[in-house]
């Protein structure tokens, strides 16, 4: 017996859209550094656009208010704010898992102290080779790699939780067991193992850091090793180079999925090169809350679930799975942020390029383009 | 006997969130999340009440006889459930055994 049945249906609502899990808080785009892989656009924001420090407050509050769980402390060098500890501080009496991703690099030992202090939960110290000489090549900066060893034992001292960050690329790739053993001796309990993602100054730098295809099949094997060897006492997580994959990588566990990026003079963007998508405009948290832009905001829709995608991304099963790739390798590549990722064997596109990228990797090395605010 | 050796060994063991690790309740979306480096794990009822009891202070010995009480369960047997699920977050390095 039902009335009910008779009365028009409700629209199905749309499935609620969760809050953000992490945020990654780009304090600034100065570094000491140069690598020639930053993943900073090639337009960096001067000191003098950057968020004052009531701003990035209001914003952790913001964002400890919107649900999100991780805020990532990065830059450019975070250190280099002379208001990092104080950001630190606040986002931990907000609630929210404070990690900071560091070179190093470029800020008085007492900085570090005072960010321990103001309770870090998680650091993040990049290396850019085992060899000395090879690391401060990459990173264009000499002295880098005995700079890192003295912070990696202040870190240890501090007893703050440790994770080795180590990119890969032709110059480095034969290193993996090295690194490995690195964190170990660092006491890390965890490493990244990440591939260069090839956007901004890695895609300008791509065929001097491209690996041949033989060199990845060795280096996800030594991981593979290295994992079995060092089970229970050091995490690995590898970030794989898409190029060579059958299937591209689910960025940022779908766009506007998971992530917020807010960049040094406080734009809102779903990915750190979402940039690159000509069309798309991006909100500022000067003009806007946090959560107006996650929920409502232009960018953050432009390529939410699946109804933008067009073949052959439309009608695959993996749709859910790794949501078409990555849209800014999609406009990078293929020039159509909607296509599919050209990472994806299932693009047209795709053994063009892998051609390109053997062809690379078979390149004689030559001099990088350094990151910098002159611009390539 | 061999079995009551490896019993005593496991109920001694008193484990800790390290560091870096963390169980927070969060309040837009009424969850619990056991929070670490790059991981967000989401304790289903029972991983909960172990971990609240997780302080570097109380055994597995003493969690499992808490936990036996509480559910009128066999304290054996939880004790053994409560290391496997511990080990499985150790091997994370998301507890300290």
């Known amino acids: 017996m039902s009335d009910v049945e008779t009365l028009p249906q409700a629209t199905p609502a749309r499935p609620v859209l969760p809050p953000p899990m992490g945020?990654?808080?780009?304090?600034?785009?100065?570094?000491?550094?140069?690598?020639?892989?930053?993943?900073?656009?090639?337009e960096l924001d001067r000191r003098s656009q950057e968020l004052s420090t009531a701003e990035w407050k209001r914003l952790i509050d913001e964002a400890a208010a919107l649900g999100v769980l991780h805020i990532y402390f990065s830059g450019g060098e975070p250190m280099l704010r002379r208001d990092i500890a104080e950001l630190v501080a606040h986002a931990s009496a907000a609630g929210l898992y404070t990690n900071m991703i560091?070179?190093?690099?470029?800020?008085?030992?007492?900085?570090?102290?005072?960010?321990?202090?103001?309770?870090?939960?998680?650091?993040?110290?990049s290396v850019q080779a085992i060899d000395a000489k090879t690391c401060d090549r990459?990173?264009?900066?000499?002295?880098?790699?005995?700079?890192?060893?003295?912070?990696?034992?202040?870190?240890a001292r501090l007893g703050l939780r440790l994770t080795v960050n180590a990119v890969i690329h032709r110059e480095n790739v034969h290193e993996i067991p090295g690194f490995v053993e690195l964190a170990e001796a660092w006491g890390a309990a965890r490493i990244e193992i990440a591939h260069v993602q090839y956007y901004g100054w890695g895609l300008v730098n791509r065929a001097r850091l491209m690996p041949t295809r033989r060199q990845v099949e060795?280096?996800?094997?030594?991981?593979?090793?290295?994992?079995?060897?060092?089970?229970?006492?050091?995490?690995?997580?590898?970030?794989?180079?898409?190029?060579?994959?059958?299937?591209?990588?689910?960025?940022?566990?779908?766009?506007?999925?998971?992530?917020?990026?807010?960049?040094?003079?406080?734009?809102?963007?779903?990915?750190?090169?979402?940039?690159?998508?000509?069309?798309?405009?991006?909100?500022?948290?000067?003009?806007?809350?946090l959560s107006e832009i996650w929920y409502r905001g232009a960018a953050f829709n432009a390529f939410r679930g699946t109804d933008w995608m067009k073949e052959p991304c439309r009608s695959c099963a993996r749709k859910e799975q790794d949501f078409g790739g990555c849209r800014c390798q999609a406009m990078a590549l293929a020039g159509d942020a909607a296509a599919t990722d050209?990472?994806?064997?299932?693009?047209?596109?795709?053994?063009?390029?892998?051609?390109?990228?053997?062809?690379?990797?078979?390149?004689?090395?030559?001099?990088?383009?350094?990151?910098?605010?002159?611009?390539? | 006997m061999k079995a009551d050796a490896t019993h005593i060994g496991i109920a001694a063991i008193v484990p800790a969130l390290p560091r870096g690790v963390r169980l927070r309740f969060d309040e837009s979306r009424q969850q619990w999340f056991l929070l670490g480096p790059e991981r967000v794990f989401e304790p289903d009822e029972i991983a909960l009440e172990i971990l609240q009891r997780v302080d570097g202070a109380?055994?597995?010995?003493?969690?499992?006889?808490?936990?036996?009480?509480?559910?009128?369960?066999?304290?054996?047997?939880?004790?053994?459930?409560?290391?496997?699920?511990?080990?499985?977050?150790?091997?994370?390095?998301?507890?300290?055994?």
Not at chain 1, 138 to 153: F, I, S
Not at chain 2, 59 to 86: G, K, Y
Request: hydrophobic residues 45%; proline residues 4%.
């Open chain 1, 342 to 376: 050209p990472a994806c064997s299932l693009s047209p596109l795709h053994e063009k390029l892998v051609a390109l990228a053997e062809a690379e990797a078979a390149s004689e090395l030559s001099d990088f383009i350094y990151r910098g605010y002159q611009g390539v």
């Open chain 1, 102 to 125: 560091t070179s190093g690099v470029g800020f008085q030992p007492a900085v570090l102290d005072a960010v321990a202090e103001a309770g870090l939960d998680h650091i993040q110290l």
């Open chain 1, 218 to 289: 060795t280096a996800m094997a030594q991981v593979e090793a290295a994992r079995s060897r060092t089970a229970g006492r050091l995490v690995i997580d590898s970030v794989l180079p898409d190029y060579y994959a059958r299937y591209p990588k689910a960025c940022m566990g779908g766009w506007g999925a998971r992530l917020m990026n807010v960049t040094p003079s406080g734009r809102a963007l779903p990915c750190h090169a979402a940039e690159t998508i000509a069309g798309l405009s991006f909100d500022n948290i000067r003009d806007s809350s």
């Open chain 2, 58 to 97: 109380r055994s597995v010995e003493a969690i499992a006889q808490e936990l036996a009480a509480a559910f009128a369960a066999d304290r054996d047997e939880i004790a053994a459930d409560v290391m496997t699920f511990l080990r499985g977050l150790a091997d994370q390095r998301m507890v300290d055994l």
């Open chain 1, 23 to 42: 945020l990654l808080a780009e304090l600034t785009h100065r570094c000491s550094l140069r690598c020639p892989y930053c993943s900073n656009p090639l």
């Open chain 1, 138 to 155: 990459v990173a264009g900066y000499e002295g880098a790699a005995e700079r890192k060893h003295a912070v990696a034992a202040a870190i």
